[in-house]
């Protein structure tokens, strides 16, 4: 038996042993590996054996060693058996200790653990980001779901594009969710189902506001704007990065309660100009680590300080009409979920029935993890829960829509060839078809609760990709939020092209009027 036939065999055998070939389920430890025996690295390609070996290590037991003495890279390969998994979500986890590991230059290089997924639609390359420098035994991982059409798979272990040394053991391979059948039909009103919405209105249009809000900002978009909802980011001085970041719970708690009195204050305002008010939770407790995940999901204070914030603030908004619904959290991201903690369907299924519970009432929003991104939502379950409406957040292709932003290259026009894709508006179809699938399976309602592109993107083209992104919300009967109203510039239809400008136009962009020729159309709340 070849060496990569060894381990192939072996990952076949786990799988056997505990479901029928194909038939995975919750919990099935799919692959493990310790290193422990001789021949530990049968199976694995090395890109250096003089710098990959078996080494003495934890508590005296043989792991994996990966040495880089100056800046490059070295790593040692695995195939798994991406037919067994196909569909599934997964859950990967190691033991890693590192030492003298140089910060690399981007979050993505380092420490590698890694996941090589290949298929039609595109390479990935998914791992937990930021490890590097020296530490001690640690749980390292991420979770992912495998694409239905994935033709290879394979995992990564090594240093990449820095210098030191790290140690690998226990890799472990979970069943976070087995590959989703989708039903065949047209669930919703096709089918006469009533579907719950939140309100009585034909659609809701706006965007997401600035957290410091000014009276004349709420008036001018919803009297003169004609917007019926807003998003209102409870964000504590930036996003993702934050003060919450600290851990510190009572100083979140101060911080929280000053921001619910300022959202207090302007409720009222809010009803005067016709708004409707989502209450987004942009800044959970914990804040997030330096790979942006969400420290909800590493220790259980946080996990409770979640479920206490929401049965707070739906006490408080219990009856309150303005309000139309509370999104439970801004963009959520598990990363490596601690031991014993709840992943985001059960904490957001646990948080959901709390709300319920004191709020009968007002909508209750979920997005999906990672990030609320269109095809997230395949990770997520409905939630046993009454009035729930399920939101996503459409950046894609986040090259052209965060040109210039962060260091990403500039001068990418839509429609176009953008990385390997032509995107245009046929291709924004196939992107938004995993929500659009998961609406009519479920007979639910859909908030876009995020949209938007960079106002500096060549010529026409952010005008061109906002219009084909809202004309496809209109027809899918989604409402929406474009992002954002008077925050950063960047964001602004009120600003021209010149990223240099940071002063509002003096006639109204070509974006800004398409923003308003839909907000024309508005019914508002109250007559």
Known sequence: MSPRLHVAAYFVLLLSAHTPAGELTRGDVVFKCDFKTPDALKGWSLSDGKKVSLATGRENAQVLSI?????????????????????????????????????????????????????????????????????????????????????????VLGIENTSGQAWFDEIKVTVMQPARTHRVGTAGTEAGATIYKGHNLARLR???????????????????????????????????????????????????????????????????????????????????DDANDCRLFQEKRFQDKFI??????????????IVWGYDLLNEP??????????????????AAQIVRREDPDHAIIVEPAPWGGPEAIENLEPIPVEKVVYSVHMYLPHQFTHQGVHGNPV???????????EWDKAQ???????????????????????????????????????RDC?????????????????????????????????????????????????FAKNEKPWK
């Open 67 to 155: 040495q880089q003495p100056e800046t490059g890279s070295v790593n040692a390969r695995l195939p798994l058996n991406v037919e067994q998994l196909r569909g599934a979500r997964l859950k990967f986890q190691a033991m890693v200790k590192a030492e003298n590991v140089a910060k690399p230059p981007q979050a993505w290089n380092g420490v590698k653990f890694m996941l090589h997924v290949t298929a039609p639609g595109g390479p990935q390359w998914i791992q937990q980001n930021s490890i590097h420098g020296t530490f001690e035994w640690k749980s390292v991982g991420f979770s992912c779901r495998i694409p239905q059409d994935a033709t290879q798979a394979e995992l």
């Open 206 to 288: 706006g965007a997401m506001i600035n957290p410091k809000a000014s009276e004349a900002d709420l008036r001018t978009f919803g009297s003169e704007w004609k917007a019926n909802v807003i998003r209102w980011q409870l964000c504590w001085n930036g996003f993702p990065r934050s003060p919450a970041d600290n851990g510190d719970l009572p100083a979140y708690d101060t911080w929280l309660e000053g921001q619910l009195q300022h959202v207090d204050k302007l409720l009222p305002v809010c009803k005067e100009a016709g708004l409707l008010v989502v209450i987004d939770l942009h800044t959970p407790p914990g804040g997030r």
């Open 308 to 321: 206490e914030v929401w049965e707070k603030m739906a006490k408080r908004y219990r009856g309150n009409e």
């Open 333 to 350: 991201c598990e990363g490596n979920i601690a031991e014993g903690l709840m992943d985001w369907q059960a904490l957001v299924t646990r």
């Open 411 to 421: 001068g990418i026009s839509y429609p176009g060839k953008i990385g390997n894709k």
């Open 428 to 466: 924004l179809r196939v992107t938004l078809d995993p929500v659009r699938r998961f609406q009519r399976e479920h007979n639910v309602h859909v908030y876009l609760g995020e949209f938007s592109a960079i106002r500096w993107a060549p010529g026409d083209s952010a005008r061109d990709y906002l």
């Open 470 to 518: 809202i004309d496809l919300f209109e027809e899918y009967g989604w409402d929406w939020s474009y992002h954002a109203f008077r925050e950063w510039d960047g964001w602004s239809v009120e600003h021209g092209s010149d990223p240099k400008d940071h002063k509002p136009s003096a006639a109204p962009t070509d974006r800004q009027k398409l923003l308003q020729s839909w």
